[in-house]
Nanobody, 120 residues
Framework: QVQLVESGGGLVQAGGSLRLSCTAS????????MGWYRQAPGKQRELVAA???????NYADSVKGRFTISRDNAKNTMYLQMNSLKPEDTANYYC??????????????WGQGTQVTVSS
């Protein structure tokens, strides 16, 4: 079994910063792409940023220049550095990982989410 655990969310004023972490554990042979998604009340879940095992990244237009995604493959951990936060960044943030488990099965897993609230 595989688990993804996020941390780092919280309440911050507009213009502030937060750093989210997501650590994968369990029967993991290798992790391919990882990504951060967010979902605000009444809205659909959207991709915020993604990163491949080789370090290629892509970002939603709304966060370009403010958020930075990174990963430490040795620790099976992904990060999201969020700067210049805006009230519209308020959402529950989820991590996702596409991986190969021992035994060769491909699967994608979600974390439980971490709340980010930005006050104006």
């Amino acid at each position: 079994q595989v688990q993804l655990v996020e941390s780092g969310g919280g309440l911050v004023q507009a213009g502030g910063s937060l750093r989210l972490s997501c650590t994968a554990s369990g029967s993991i042979f290798s992790i391919n792409a990882m990504g951060w998604y967010r979902q605000a009340p009444g809205k659909q879940r959207e991709l915020v940023a993604a990163i491949t095992s080789g370090g290629s990244t892509n970002y939603a237009d709304s966060v370009k220049g403010r958020f930075t995604i990174s990963r430490d493959n040795a620790k099976n951990t992904m990060y999201l550095q969020m700067n210049s936060l805006k009230p519209e960044d308020t959402a529950n943030y989820y991590c996702n990982a596409a991986l190969v488990e021992y035994g060769g099965r491909w699967n994608a897993y979600w974390g439980q989410g971490t709340q980010v609230t930005v006050s104006s």
